[in-house]
């Protein structure tokens, strides 16, 4: 079965300090991977997304990494604000999803993010 | 830019009535897919169209339906509604369903069965 596993479940850290929250997968075929931030009670938004052939994406101060041949990505976040406190969710494509659908969900990792 | 659009934002039912979700993707998007989020838990898919014709059926119960329009808007109707129905249902829109777009998702309906 597809799966897409992330780590750590939740993690706090101070204002201004970096972090890096991982996704392992085992989704085959593979598309793509995103990563997606979820505000408390809102809708997921799109970070990034990667191809296969896409080592790392950056989106300000996110940076997405991928390593194809490992199913690992990680999300780099820099110089945090205490607006990054969300859920941040690893999402992988699947064309062949099925009844889970082209998307396979990680369970996410919840950031807190404290002054 | 525009996103995609739910209605309503929140609705509370009691059990074993209906319910009609609805949702608005963004302008040119011919996909829409539908997903159900408990509480802590990770969105599960329910059903997806594209071009007013179904795509993908996930874990949709018997008691749901949904269907697209013309227009493109896309209506999630739920009867017989139980507590365990209690949760956000997050429709998304992308321009394809060939499974490499990017799906747009909207701020989700957060449904309450009492």
């Not at chain 1, 999402?91 to 993010?113: C, E, R, W, Y």
């Not at chain 2, 594209?50 to 795509?55: G, H, I, T």
């Not at chain 2, 209690?86 to 321009?95: N, P, T, V």
């Not at chain 2, 747009?104 to 449904?111: D, Q, V």
């Amino acid at each position: 079965k597809n799966q897409v596993e992330q780590s750590p479940q939740s993690l706090i850290i101070l204002e201004g300090k970096n972090c890096t929250l991982q996704c392992n997968y085992t989704v085959s075929p593979f598309s793509n991977l995103r990563w997606y931030k979820q505000d408390t009670g809102r809708g997921p938004v799109s970070l990034t997304i990667m191809t296969f052939s896409e080592n790392t994406k950056s989106n300000g101060r996110y940076t997405a990494t991928l390593d194809a041949d490992t199913k690992q990505s990680s999300l780099h976040i820099t110089a945090s604000q205490l607006s990054d406190s969300a859920s941040y969710i690893c999402v992988v494509s699947a064309p062949d999803g099925g009844s889970q659908g082209n998307l396979i969900f990680g369970k996410g990792t919840k950031l807190s993010v404290k002054p | 830019a525009a996103g995609v659009i739910q209605s309503p934002r929140h609705l509370i039912k009691e059990k074993r009535e209906t319910a009609t979700l609805k949702c608005y993707p963004i302008p040119r998007h011919d996909t829409v897919y539908w997903y159900q989020q408990g509480p802590g838990q990770d969105p599960q898919f329910l059903i997806s169209f594209y071009e007013k014709m179904q795509s993908d059926k996930g874990s949709i119960p018997d008691r749901f339906s949904a269907q697209q329009f013309s227009d493109y808007h896309s209506e999630l109707n739920m009867s017989s509604l139980e507590l365990g129905d209690s949760a956000l249902y997050f429709c998304a829109s992308s321009l394809g369903d060939s499974g490499g777009e990017t799906q747009y998702f909207g701020p989700g309906t957060r449904l309450l069965v009492l």
